[in-house]
């Protein structure tokens, strides 16, 4: 079925499927932000769901488990009460669940034990979805094609299908750093099952996949219940192209029309900011033929809109602090990182609302 799928899939763009009954839009389209993008600050749930209080937020994905104090009922059920007490919707979250990934941990028990705990927890607390991922880009090798990592995915979602549906909880698959391009991701869910298995959307990692995030918009919206949403400074580099995340809005993606797609094709997703600030920018070698490889089945349609999108761009140029990498560093480095994650936040929240016209709550 898979085979013959991707055969399918790269036989032409895909249509822009109509929006479901099911994906109908409430007022506006809710926003919040991933807990990863104040990770330096180490809160856990119920501090999270206090600052988006502040802040009037509609909605907060709680990106793992492990941000949760506990996992006992009680305190799940003091999280899903204060968020219900804020008017604040959650989006549950945990990591990698393909056993044949490099990004996957043995210590988190079999694949489904993990995918099935945080269902759960997610149930506990009133989420409505669960975002998890597949791998990385590590997992692109010759050695080892794709498709061998979707296949076991997909068998780990189908062995949680009665779990999820009697939770009434969907699986939201991630576009994960590099492992998948949109089409790919799509592959994979209606491979599982779209009745159980939807799309987080992240519009930060299609860079490393060379896709333009509205190309992923365009693909994954009719699939997407909740959002990951940076900016990236994409731009033209000797050896092909650079890309950089940045807070929103001090990059060059087309915003106005990814937002317009989001509206049209997902309207009751979640826009959930994960800015991810503090790393160097990164060189995409697509001019050099070892960089394709791993790509034996891109589409040179959906290639040529990212060549536009790095044409256009140029470096992020302004403040940044660079310290979001491995090695030692000076404390004071780690203090104005820690800073910088809740000031490009904070800004990234202002863009949405009053730039891109997302938020529900700021507005009574």
Same mark, same amino acid.
């Given at each position: 079925m898979l085979r013959r799928t991707f055969l399918q899939t790269a036989a032409g763009a895909p249509a822009l499927a109509s929006v479901s009954a099911a994906n109908a839009a409430p007022t506006g389209i809710r926003l919040g932000y991933d807990?990863?993008? +104040?990770?330096?600050?180490?809160?856990?749930?119920?501090?999270? +769901?206090?600052?988006?209080?502040?802040?009037?937020?509609?909605?907060?994905?709680?990106?793992?488990?492990?941000?949760?104090?506990?996992?006992?009922?009680?305190?799940?059920?003091?999280?899903?009460?204060?968020?219900?007490?804020?008017?604040?919707?959650?989006?549950?979250?945990?990591?990698?669940?393909?056993?044949?990934?490099?990004?996957?941990?043995?210590?988190?028990?079999?694949? +489904?034990?993990?995918?099935?705990?945080?269902?759960?927890?997610?149930?506990?607390?009133?989420?409505k979805s669960l975002r998890c991922f597949m791998g990385s880009g590590a997992d692109r090798t010759v050695d080892t094609p794709i498709e061998k990592h979707m296949e076991a995915t997909i068998q780990v979602f189908k062995s949680a299908r009665s779990r999820a549906l009697d939770l009434g909880v969907k699986i939201a698959l991630e576009n994960h750093a590099g492992d998948m391009q949109a089409w790919e991701v799509k592959t994979l869910i209606e491979e599982?099952?779209?009745?159980?298995?939807?799309?987080?959307?992240?519009?930060?990692?299609?860079?490393?996949?060379?896709?333009?995030?509205?190309?992923?918009?365009?693909? +994954?919206?009719?699939?997407?219940?909740?959002t990951h949403l940076r900016d990236t400074a994409v731009y033209e580099h000797p050896r092909g192209a650079v890309g950089q995340w940045t807070a929103l809005g001090d990059g060059n993606i087309d915003w106005k029309r990814f937002v317009e797609l989001h509206r049209k094709l997902c309207p009751s997703a979640s826009m959930q900011l994960e800015i991810i600030t503090g790393r160097p920018p990164q060189v995409l070698p697509y001019?050099?033929?070892?960089?394709?490889?791993?790509?034996?089945?891109?589409?040179?349609?959906?290639?040529?809109?990212?060549?536009?999108?790095?044409?256009?761009?140029?470096p992020f140029s302004g403040a940044m602090v660079i310290a979001d990498v491995p090695g030692n560093k000076p404390p004071e480095y780690l203090a104005a990182l820690k800073e910088q994650q809740k000031i490009d936040l904070e800004r990234s929240l202002d863009y949405a609302k009053k730039t891109l016209g997302a938020g529900i709550n700021w507005r009574a």
């Open positions: 807990t990863y993008s +104040l990770r330096a600050w180490r809160w856990k749930a119920m501090q999270h +769901l206090e600052y988006s209080g502040k802040l009037k937020l509609d909605t907060i994905q709680i990106s793992s488990i492990g941000d949760f104090e506990s996992l006992e009922p009680a305190h799940l059920a003091k999280v899903r009460d204060k968020a219900r007490e804020l008017n604040i919707t959650i989006d549950a979250g945990t990591g990698c669940v393909c056993p044949t990934s490099k990004a996957w941990s043995p210590k988190n028990g079999t694949p +489904l034990e993990y995918l099935t705990q945080g269902l759960q927890a997610a149930h506990a607390v009133g989420a599982a099952g779209k009745d159980y298995v939807a799309a987080c959307l992240d519009a930060g990692n299609p860079i490393w996949v060379l896709e333009d995030p509205v190309v992923t918009m365009e693909v +994954l919206g009719p699939l997407t219940v909740t001019l050099e033929a070892d960089f394709w490889q791993p790509f034996p089945k891109a589409k040179a349609s959906e290639f040529a809109r990212f060549v536009d999108l790095a044409k256009h761009g140029r």
